[in-house]
């Protein structure tokens, strides 16, 4: 056991620093009253839910730019010297790209103010058509065994069905598509990283738990040059990370055949038996706050199902002849050592004289009766 701790330790300070890619960014221009451009003005955005604070500065055209950003609230200042300081508040979503132009109003001597409003509703830098949920959506809709990409659906103009696979298929084909395209113009990325699989277009390598998904959009038109390889649905998933205060989350899903519906057709008699135990648990926080955090998430399945299938194997009548006829014979030895167990006869599918022809009942076969069945 001290062994394997140790092992674990070293993994740790030997790792390297995986650093996620986001997509979303903010840009724009600060200007002073009369139009003109300000260079050299200091802009910050802070992340509400962990305080980390990114910087940068207006270039001569009085432009700026953040880029992989993660999802959430920001606070953007913009500071220039002889002027008033500005704080803008917005929400920033996974993928987005948001126009956020400042104009700055002139500080008189000795006065101390800033100025503080929200970011208009409507983002002139965006033009995808596409759905965002945030974490509290993608845990409370139903979801079918329990994937978030059956969410899929709700986006506007998409159209198909979803398969039944879980989070645990490593080929996940959701069958869904938009655009008139394909589901196999559909393409998934999470935190910024390709997910598709190289076997088959269309199709996601990776299906994330619910409760470790911080933000999904699932984009129908307008892809972003990075998406050139979509052509139907592109879905967008950025993960949770922790913040400043310790957060977890838990639940249990059961399912079984007494659970579902009673059918009313005829030729139905009854659900076959099965049971699905979902556990899911994630928890996050701070390590040290407003610096570095940590966000684990866990999802288990045990699940059986009943299978019903028709096969094809020797009748009874032929094993009993076989022993007889030839005991010793390398075909009877093998129907003896690996017998049929627990069968359930329908029919006879061939007789001795549908399979050997009209050599049956001659000493050329062991004079095998004709009309005995062989297969069943």
Same mark, same amino acid.
């Given at each position: ?43 910050? !955005? ?32 913009? =500071? ?15 993928? &987005? ?20 409003? =929200?970011?208009?509703? *409507? ?6 058509? &596409? ?11 139903? *979801? ?61 390598? *990776? ?11 699932? =984009? ?44 009313? *057709?005829?030729?139905? !008699? ?46 009874? =009548? ?26 359930? &006869? ?31």
């Amino acid at each position: 056991m001290r062994n394997i701790w140790v092992a674990s330790v070293a993994c740790l300070l030997l790792a390297s620093l995986g650093i996620a890619q986001y997509s979303s960014s903010i840009q724009g221009v600060v200007q002073d009253p009369s139009g003109a451009v300000i260079p050299n003005v200091v802009v910050k !955005a802070k992340n509400v839910a962990t305080n980390i604070v990114l910087e940068t500065s207006s270039n001569d055209a009085g432009y700026f730019r953040f880029t992989s950003m993660a999802p959430g609230d920001y606070e953007v200042t913009a =500071e220039a010297k002889g002027f008033r300081t500005s704080l803008v508040k917005l929400l920033l979503t996974t993928g &987005q790209s948001r126009d956020l132009n400042f104009n700055l109003e002139v500080q008189t001597a000795g006065e101390s103010v800033q100025v503080t409003a =929200e970011a208009p509703p *409507l983002d002139t830098a965006e033009t995808r058509l &596409q759905l965002t949920m945030q974490s509290s959506k993608v845990r409370d809709l139903p *979801l079918l065994n329990n994937s978030i990409y059956s969410l899929m659906a709700l986006a506007p103009g998409v159209v198909g069905t979803n398969g039944t696979p879980d989070n645990f298929n490593p080929e996940y084909f959701t069958g869904m598509s938009a655009n008139g395209r394909s589901a196999y113009g559909n393409t998934f990325n999470v935190d910024g990283m390709n997910v598709n699989s190289n076997i088959m277009n269309g199709t996601a390598n *990776l299906a994330l738990s619910p409760e470790a998904v911080g933000e999904m959009t699932i =984009e129908t038109n307008n892809f972003r040059a990075e998406q050139g390889t979509g052509s139907s649905i592109v879905v967008n998933i950025t993960t949770k990370s922790g913040t400043n205060q310790f957060h977890g989350a838990a639940n249990y899903w059961f399912t079984n055949n007494d659970m579902r519906a009673r059918t009313s *057709l005829p030729f139905v !008699a009854s659900y076959l038996p099965f049971r699905r135990h979902n556990l899911n648990g994630a928890f996050g926080g701070p390590i040290r706050k407003n610096k570095t955090f940590f966000f684990a998430n866990v999802e288990t399945l045990r699940s059986s199902n009943g299978v019903v299938g028709i096969e094809t194997y020797e009748s009874p =009548e032929f094993v009993a002849w076989a022993r007889q006829a030839a005991p010793n014979s390398l075909g009877t030895r093998l129907l003896t050592t690996y017998p049929v167990d627990g069968p359930v &006869q329908t029919n006879v599918l061939r007789n001795v004289r549908q399979i050997i022809g009209n050599d049956c009942g001659t000493p050329a076969t062991l004079n095998i009766p004709c009309d005995m069945p062989l297969l069943v």
